[in-house]
């Protein structure tokens, strides 16, 4: 039989986290869902449950150093560590209407600390035991809102994030070329979910689609790449 292969996915508890967690689920990984407020992560992990979907539930807030340590000493100790890793937790801070010259430092510090730093720990704190067992699929959930060859106004701090996040996915997919290790980002394109709005034309089942794909490649798939609907897209 196959090894079962070990999926952490942050912001697991709703929108398309909770989708990808699911979809992986039903593709047989060993699924971490994590959240950082444990009573909605165990609340998500229950209604896998209801769908016959047992997964596991680590609390992980992506901007605690101390949370980051403690999952990958666990994963080490109880499995080995993680075969692959979806950088999905994000926010989008920025006030409707906002422009780069009434944009705040802060923002820019509290959303880098969700959509940047908090995926740059997590690879340099699983990409190590990932390339002792070279076997790795690292997505990042990135949005069309950081491609540069489409930047447009408004949102300023949300973009700088994506585009950042970008950067880490190229560059460190360049670094591990050959080491069994896949780095790719994604767009999910607008889906309605919390951040997405009730208007927003895709199913979270649509904006997972391309998170699922890239988590589940092949030895042989890309890397350093940017994808929606399975495509490759500018960056
Ligand atoms: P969402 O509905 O707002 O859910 C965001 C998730 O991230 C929640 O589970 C939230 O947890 C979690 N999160 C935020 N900060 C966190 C932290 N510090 N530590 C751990 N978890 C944290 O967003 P979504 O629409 O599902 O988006 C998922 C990803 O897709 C994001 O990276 C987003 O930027 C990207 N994306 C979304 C769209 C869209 O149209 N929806 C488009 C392009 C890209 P809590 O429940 O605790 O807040």
């Given at each position: 039989m196959a090894e079962q292969r070990i999926a952490v996915v942050t912001g697991g508890n709703r929108g398309i986290g909770f989708e990808i967690c699911r979809q992986l689920a039903r593709k047989g990984l060993r699924?971490?869902?994590?959240?950082?407020?444990?009573?909605?992560g165990k609340a998500a992990q229950r209604k896998l449950a209801g769908e016959g979907l047992e997964v596991a539930f680590l609390r992980l807030d992506v901007?605690?150093?101390?949370?980051?340590?403690?999952?990958a000493r666990f994963l080490d100790k109880t499995h080995g560590g993680p075969d692959v890793l979806v950088n999905n937790a994000g926010v989008m801070l920025d006030p409707r209407g906002s422009r780069v010259l009434d944009s705040k430092t802060k923002a820019y510090q509290d959303t880098l600390a969700a959509n940047f730093y908090g995926p740059l720990a997590l690879m340099q704190a699983l990409v190590p035991n990932m390339k002792k067992r070279r076997y790795g699929r690292i997505v990042n959930l990135s949005s069309g809102l950081?491609?540069?060859?489409d930047m447009g106004a408004g949102t300023p701090t949300y973009r700088v994030s994506k585009t950042a996040l970008n950067v880490l996915?190229?560059?460190l997919a360049a670094e591990l070329k050959g080491t069994g290790i896949l780095v790719n980002s994604m767009c999910p394109g607008w889906v309605r979910t919390d951040m997405g709005g009730p208007n927003a034309p895709r199913t979270v089942e649509q904006g997972a689609d391309t998170a699922v794909w890239l988590a589940?490649?092949?030895e042989d798939g890309p890397s350093g790449g940017f994808f929606r609907d399975r495509k490759a897209i500018p960056w």
């Open positions: 699924v971490m869902l994590t959240a950082r407020n444990e009573t909605r901007t605690s150093a101390r949370d980051i340590t403690a999952l950081g491609q540069l060859s996915t190229r560059t589940t490649l092949p």
